[in-house]
Protein backbone atom coordinates (compact mmCIF):
# COMPACT_ATOMS: atom_id res chain seq x y z
CA UNK A 1 0.00 0.00 0.00
CA UNK A 2 1.46 3.65 -0.81
CA UNK A 3 2.15 5.53 2.25
CA UNK A 4 0.44 8.67 2.76
CA UNK A 5 2.11 12.30 2.54
CA UNK A 6 1.60 12.72 6.09
CA UNK A 7 3.90 9.55 6.97
CA UNK A 8 6.42 10.29 4.20
CA UNK A 9 6.74 14.12 6.20
CA UNK A 10 6.77 13.16 9.39
CA UNK A 11 10.06 10.96 8.14
CA UNK A 12 11.80 14.22 7.18
CA UNK A 13 10.17 15.88 9.89
CA UNK A 14 11.25 13.14 12.37
CA UNK A 15 15.11 14.80 12.46
CA UNK A 16 15.68 16.79 15.62
CA UNK A 17 16.04 19.66 13.56
CA UNK A 18 13.26 22.05 11.85
CA UNK A 19 14.13 21.22 7.88
CA UNK A 20 13.14 24.31 6.65
CA UNK A 21 14.58 26.89 9.72
CA UNK A 22 13.18 28.96 12.16
CA UNK A 23 12.72 31.91 9.75
CA UNK A 24 9.53 32.79 7.50
CA UNK A 25 9.97 32.14 3.80
CA UNK A 26 11.24 35.71 2.66
CA UNK A 27 8.69 36.28 0.42
CA UNK A 28 5.58 35.99 2.96
CA UNK A 29 7.33 37.79 5.39
CA UNK A 30 7.95 40.73 2.63
CA UNK A 31 3.96 40.84 1.42
CA UNK A 32 2.90 40.45 5.35
CA UNK A 33 2.12 44.70 5.07
CA UNK A 34 -0.86 43.38 2.80
CA UNK A 35 -2.75 41.58 5.29
CA UNK A 36 -5.56 43.47 7.62
CA UNK A 37 -3.97 43.81 11.22
CA UNK A 38 -4.92 40.75 13.23
CA UNK A 39 -6.83 39.14 10.90
CA UNK A 40 -7.38 35.37 10.78
CA UNK A 41 -4.93 33.50 8.37
CA UNK A 42 -4.61 30.01 7.21
CA UNK A 43 -1.15 28.82 6.43
CA UNK A 44 -1.84 25.61 4.01
CA UNK A 45 1.04 23.11 3.78
CA UNK A 46 2.99 24.79 6.89
CA UNK A 47 5.10 21.57 7.92
CA UNK A 48 7.13 22.36 11.03
CA UNK A 49 5.00 26.17 11.12
CA UNK A 50 7.73 29.03 10.83
CA UNK A 51 5.49 31.14 8.26
CA UNK A 52 2.76 30.72 10.98
CA UNK A 53 4.76 30.87 13.97
CA UNK A 54 6.04 34.35 12.03
CA UNK A 55 2.79 35.66 11.57
CA UNK A 56 1.15 34.93 15.09
CA UNK A 57 4.07 36.68 16.50
CA UNK A 58 3.01 40.11 14.08
CA UNK A 59 -0.50 39.54 15.98
CA UNK A 60 -2.72 37.71 13.50
CA UNK A 61 -4.51 34.70 14.47
CA UNK A 62 -3.42 31.94 12.72
CA UNK A 63 -4.12 28.14 11.46
CA UNK A 64 -1.46 26.28 10.67
CA UNK A 65 -2.55 22.73 8.28
CA UNK A 66 -0.92 19.76 7.34
CA UNK A 67 -0.98 15.88 6.92
CA UNK A 68 2.48 15.84 8.77
CA UNK A 69 1.46 14.81 12.65
CA UNK A 70 5.30 15.50 13.15
CA UNK A 71 5.81 19.04 11.52
CA UNK A 72 1.92 20.33 13.39
CA UNK A 73 3.70 19.22 16.77
CA UNK A 74 7.03 20.74 16.10
CA UNK A 75 4.91 23.95 15.21
CA UNK A 76 3.04 24.00 18.52
CA UNK A 77 6.41 23.57 20.20
CA UNK A 78 7.90 26.40 17.74
CA UNK A 79 5.34 28.97 18.74
CA UNK A 80 5.32 27.75 22.59
CA UNK A 81 9.33 28.79 22.84
CA UNK A 82 8.03 31.98 20.87
CA UNK A 83 5.21 32.33 23.07
CA UNK A 84 2.49 33.08 20.65
CA UNK A 85 -0.78 30.50 19.98
CA UNK A 86 -1.61 28.79 17.15
CA UNK A 87 -4.40 26.33 15.81
CA UNK A 88 -3.12 23.36 13.56
CA UNK A 89 -5.72 21.30 11.31
CA UNK A 90 -3.32 17.51 10.72
CA UNK A 91 -5.29 16.92 7.66
CA UNK A 92 -4.57 15.47 3.86
CA UNK A 93 -5.84 18.71 1.47
CA UNK A 94 -7.66 15.46 0.06
CA UNK A 95 -10.02 16.11 2.22
CA UNK A 96 -10.08 19.73 3.04
CA UNK A 97 -13.57 21.16 3.24
CA UNK A 98 -13.07 24.91 4.12
CA UNK A 99 -15.13 25.42 7.44
CA UNK A 100 -13.94 29.46 7.77
CA UNK A 101 -13.43 32.59 5.99
CA UNK A 102 -9.91 34.02 6.18
CA UNK A 103 -8.05 37.16 5.56
CA UNK A 104 -5.28 35.50 3.89
CA UNK A 105 -4.46 32.76 2.78
CA UNK A 106 -0.17 31.55 3.06
CA UNK A 107 1.98 28.75 1.18
CA UNK A 108 5.14 28.35 1.11
CA UNK A 109 6.11 24.99 -1.09
CA UNK A 110 3.38 23.09 -0.99
CA UNK A 111 3.56 20.87 -4.35
CA UNK A 112 0.86 19.24 -5.35
CA UNK A 113 -0.41 17.03 -8.43
CA UNK A 114 -3.02 17.81 -10.64
CA UNK A 115 -6.16 17.84 -10.14
CA UNK A 116 -5.41 17.98 -6.62
CA UNK A 117 -3.35 21.21 -6.71
CA UNK A 118 -6.39 23.36 -9.04
CA UNK A 119 -8.84 21.83 -6.42
CA UNK A 120 -6.92 23.46 -3.38
CA UNK A 121 -5.87 26.49 -4.85
CA UNK A 122 -9.83 27.45 -6.14
CA UNK A 123 -11.18 25.98 -2.68
CA UNK A 124 -8.41 28.44 -0.43
CA UNK A 125 -10.05 31.47 -3.02
CA UNK A 126 -13.14 30.38 -2.49
CA UNK A 127 -11.75 30.88 1.68
CA UNK A 128 -10.65 33.99 1.36
CA UNK A 129 -13.06 36.96 2.43
CA UNK A 130 -13.66 39.93 0.67
CA UNK A 131 -10.40 41.89 -0.10
CA UNK A 132 -8.30 38.96 1.06
CA UNK A 133 -5.67 37.94 -0.55
CA UNK A 134 -3.81 33.93 -0.95
CA UNK A 135 0.08 34.31 -0.89
CA UNK A 136 2.35 31.79 -2.28
CA UNK A 137 5.78 30.44 -3.38
CA UNK A 138 6.58 27.36 -5.00
CA UNK A 139 9.55 25.83 -7.12
CA UNK A 140 9.11 25.97 -10.78
CA UNK A 141 9.72 23.22 -13.00
CA UNK A 142 13.12 24.40 -14.59
CA UNK A 143 14.05 24.15 -10.70
CA UNK A 144 14.18 20.43 -11.72
CA UNK A 145 17.93 19.82 -12.46
CA UNK A 146 18.91 22.31 -9.47
CA UNK A 147 20.10 21.06 -6.01
CA UNK A 148 19.16 23.63 -3.94
CA UNK A 149 15.61 22.24 -2.77
CA UNK A 150 11.86 21.16 -4.31
CA UNK A 151 10.26 18.12 -5.39
CA UNK A 152 12.28 15.84 -8.27
CA UNK A 153 8.89 14.45 -9.77
CA UNK A 154 7.76 17.05 -12.71
CA UNK A 155 4.54 16.46 -12.20
CA UNK A 156 4.21 18.24 -8.77
CA UNK A 157 6.49 21.19 -10.08
CA UNK A 158 4.63 24.46 -11.47
CA UNK A 159 4.89 27.00 -14.49
CA UNK A 160 3.78 30.04 -14.58
CA UNK A 161 0.90 29.21 -16.97
CA UNK A 162 -0.28 26.33 -15.02
CA UNK A 163 -1.26 29.30 -11.89
CA UNK A 164 -2.32 31.24 -14.48
CA UNK A 165 -5.19 29.23 -15.82
CA UNK A 166 -5.64 27.83 -11.89
CA UNK A 167 -6.40 31.71 -10.53
CA UNK A 168 -8.24 32.36 -13.30
CA UNK A 169 -11.87 32.40 -11.86
CA UNK A 170 -14.36 34.92 -11.24
CA UNK A 171 -13.85 36.93 -8.12
CA UNK A 172 -10.38 37.45 -7.95
CA UNK A 173 -7.55 38.96 -8.96
CA UNK A 174 -3.91 38.23 -9.97
CA UNK A 175 -1.92 41.00 -8.75
CA UNK A 176 1.59 39.56 -9.03
CA UNK A 177 2.79 36.27 -11.15
CA UNK A 178 6.39 35.97 -11.43
CA UNK A 179 9.05 33.20 -12.22
CA UNK A 180 12.36 34.50 -10.49
CA UNK A 181 15.75 33.12 -9.42
CA UNK A 182 16.28 33.32 -5.25
CA UNK A 183 19.10 32.79 -3.05
CA UNK A 184 17.48 30.83 -0.95
CA UNK A 185 18.69 30.23 2.86
CA UNK A 186 16.12 27.93 4.49
CA UNK A 187 17.70 25.01 7.28
CA UNK A 188 18.58 22.57 5.55
CA UNK A 189 15.90 21.86 3.18
CA UNK A 190 16.55 24.69 1.12
CA UNK A 191 19.74 26.39 0.21
CA UNK A 192 21.40 28.14 -2.72
CA UNK A 193 19.96 29.57 -6.04
CA UNK A 194 16.33 28.42 -6.82
CA UNK A 195 14.17 29.35 -9.43
CA UNK A 196 10.41 30.08 -8.26
CA UNK A 197 7.22 31.06 -9.08
CA UNK A 198 5.63 33.95 -6.49
CA UNK A 199 1.93 34.62 -6.87
CA UNK A 200 -0.46 37.17 -4.54
CA UNK A 201 -4.33 36.58 -5.59
CA UNK A 202 -6.91 39.01 -4.53
CA UNK A 203 -10.21 38.34 -3.63
CA UNK A 204 -12.98 40.86 -5.03
C1 LIG B 1 8.24 21.42 1.24
S1 LIG B 1 7.28 21.27 2.70
C2 LIG B 1 7.02 23.00 3.06
C3 LIG B 1 6.65 23.23 4.49
C4 LIG B 1 6.43 24.71 4.85
N1 LIG B 1 5.41 25.32 4.04
C5 LIG B 1 7.73 25.48 4.74
O1 LIG B 1 7.92 26.18 3.72
O2 LIG B 1 8.53 25.39 5.68
C6 LIG B 1 5.69 20.77 2.04
C7 LIG B 1 4.63 20.55 3.11
O3 LIG B 1 3.38 20.33 2.47
C8 LIG B 1 2.68 19.32 3.17
N2 LIG B 1 1.77 18.64 2.24
C9 LIG B 1 2.07 18.11 1.02
N3 LIG B 1 0.99 17.52 0.49
C10 LIG B 1 -0.02 17.69 1.41
C11 LIG B 1 -1.38 17.30 1.44
N4 LIG B 1 -1.94 16.58 0.45
N5 LIG B 1 -2.11 17.64 2.52
C12 LIG B 1 -1.56 18.35 3.56
N6 LIG B 1 -0.28 18.73 3.58
C13 LIG B 1 0.48 18.41 2.51
C14 LIG B 1 3.78 18.38 3.68
O4 LIG B 1 3.33 17.60 4.76
C15 LIG B 1 4.89 19.37 4.02
O5 LIG B 1 4.80 19.77 5.37
Partial sequence: M???IGKLWDEKFSRE?????????????????LLRP???????????????????????????LDASAIGMTKAL????AKGVSLKTLLLDLEQWEPQEKYEGILTSY?????????KVFQKA?????PQGYFIGEFFSLKQLPRSSGGPKKPSLLYTLGSLKEIFAIAGCEI?????CEVCLDEGKGHQGDALVIRVIVKKS
Fill in 38 to 64: QGELLCLGEGEGRNAVYLAAEGFKVTA
Fill in 175 to 179: VLLEE
Fill in 17 to 33: EYFYGFEPNAFIALHTP
Fill in 125 to 129: INALK
Fill in 2 to 4: EES
Fill in 77 to 80: AMAK
Fill in 110 to 118: LHLEEPLRT
